[in-house]
């Protein structure tokens, strides 16, 4: 008997994205099972496999059909796909996934006179990241020295090899703490779902738009808050419009209290407290935010 079709995802087996990639699954409802050495999982509740690699490797995999879907860093597809190759080697993004945000910078030592980008002209800039610095640099029109380095870019420069560094940085915190100050950004990056140039077949293709559903409703319940307060009636229009994507509230009378309403409705983003002391200024009383787990349009 042939088995029933699964869907095949590829994400980071460990490092920044295994955690908030698997919150993502396991919000979305899926549930993980390991497989041997942890190279691999599959799902108890819907038809996905997971495949645990380094995330490198999860452009090419898609690329190649290994896998069917794959989550990385837009800073790792871009350097790992050629753009002169083969169209149907380049995996598309399907979804951006809001986490794993951060930006590949160029940094140069605090105590260097840097003036613009032309400061790199002739110096020797280390980086993980050659492509995406190479396609900077020529753009920019500068000529420098790309020293290709595998891991801990920032110390580069005081083991004097090189310059300047090329790296991915999120708060900065760890170029300081090397002497280094962010001058450029090369590119900025968050992670994204991304899919093979082959078709999948029909039946595993229902699956991926169940598995697009389930994730557009994490991301868009992470956004949303559900919102009540009671509230004068002829202020529901003032306080719909202090809401930041406020859909249109459900209004209910308050029993005993004539004149007051009580306003439930989801906000399309989060409510910070300048919002909540405007509403409150609007007349509106008992102003509850709530997370919203789920949500399907
Ligand atoms: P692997 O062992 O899978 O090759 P890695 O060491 O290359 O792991 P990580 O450091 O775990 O990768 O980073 C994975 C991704 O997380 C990066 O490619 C980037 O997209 C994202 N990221 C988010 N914030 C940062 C940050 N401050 N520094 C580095 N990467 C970050
Ligand atoms: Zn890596």
Same mark, same amino acid.
């Given at each position: 008997?042939?088995?029933?079709?699964?869907?095949?995802?590829?994400?980071?087996?460990?490092?920044?994205?295994?955690?908030?990639?698997?919150?993502?699954?396991?919000?979305?409802? %899926?549930?993980? #099972? =390991?497989?041997?050495?942890?190279?691999?999982? =599959?799902?108890?509740?819907?038809?996905?496999?997971?495949?645990?690699?380094?995330?490198?490797?999860?452009?090419?995999?898609?690329?190649?059909?290994?896998?069917?879907?794959?989550?990385?860093?837009?800073?790792? /597809?871009?350097?790992? %796909?050629?753009?002169?190759?083969?169209?149907?080697?380049?995996? #598309?993004?399907?979804?951006?996934?809001?986490?794993?945000?951060?930006?590949?910078?160029?940094?140069?030592?605090?105590?260097?006179?840097?003036?613009? @980008?032309?400061?790199?002209?002739?110096?020797?800039?280390?980086?993980?990241?050659?492509?995406?610095?190479? #396609?900077?640099?020529?753009?920019? +029109?500068?000529?420098?020295?790309?020293?290709?380095?595998?891991?801990?870019?920032?110390?580069?420069?005081?083991?004097?090899?090189?310059?300047?560094?090329?790296?991915?940085?999120?708060?900065? =915190?760890?170029?300081?703490?090397?002497?280094?100050?962010?001058?450029?950004?090369?590119?900025?990056?968050?992670?994204?779902?991304? #899919?093979?140039?082959?078709?999948?077949?029909?039946?595993?293709?229902?699956?991926?738009?169940?598995?697009?559903?389930?994730?557009?409703? @994490?991301?868009? $319940? $992470?956004?949303?808050?559900?919102?009540?307060?009671?509230?004068?009636?002829?202020?529901?229009? /003032?306080?719909?419009? /202090?809401?930041?994507?406020?859909? +249109?509230?459900?209004?209910?009378?308050?029993?005993?209290?004539?004149?007051?309403?009580?306003?439930? $409705?989801?906000?399309?983003?989060?409510?910070?407290?300048?919002?909540?002391?405007?509403?409150? $200024?609007?007349?509106?009383?008992?102003?509850?935010?709530?997370?919203?787990?789920?949500?399907?349009?």
């Amino acid at each position: 008997m042939t088995q029933p079709p699964r869907l095949r995802l590829a994400m980071q087996k460990s490092g920044r994205l295994s955690d908030p990639s698997r919150r993502l699954l396991e919000r979305s409802g %899926i549930e993980l #099972q =390991s497989g041997g050495q942890r190279l691999s999982a =599959s799902a108890t509740n819907f038809p996905l496999d997971v495949m645990l690699v380094r995330d490198d490797d999860i452009p090419r995999f898609v690329a190649q059909g290994v896998c069917d879907l794959g989550i990385v860093g837009q800073n790792v /597809l871009l350097e790992t %796909i050629d753009p002169a190759g083969p169209a149907a080697q380049k995996p #598309q993004v399907v979804r951006k996934l809001g986490f794993g945000n951060c930006r590949l910078a160029l940094a140069v030592p605090v105590a260097a006179a840097y003036e613009g @980008v032309g400061w790199f002209r002739g110096r020797r800039i280390a980086t993980s990241y050659p492509r995406c610095l190479e #396609q900077y640099l020529a753009k920019n +029109e500068v000529s420098a020295t790309v020293v290709e380095i595998s891991g801990a870019v920032e110390g580069a420069p005081v083991l004097g090899v090189a310059d300047a560094v090329c790296d991915l940085v999120a708060t900065g =915190s760890t170029l300081r703490a090397n002497g280094l100050r962010e001058v450029e950004t090369v590119l900025t990056s968050e992670a994204v779902l991304i #899919q093979g140039d082959r078709a999948l077949p029909a039946a595993t293709q229902v699956y991926l738009q169940q598995l697009l559903e389930r994730f557009d409703g @994490v991301m868009k $319940a $992470a956004r949303s808050k559900y919102i009540m307060m009671n509230a004068p009636a002829e202020a529901v229009d /003032l306080i719909t419009s /202090l809401v930041p994507g406020m859909e +249109e509230p459900t209004i209910v009378p308050l029993h005993g209290k004539s004149g007051r309403v009580a306003l439930h $409705a989801v906000a399309g983003e989060n409510v910070f407290w300048e919002t909540m002391h405007k509403l409150k $200024a609007a007349g509106a009383s008992s102003i509850l935010v709530v997370d919203i787990e789920k949500i399907i349009a």
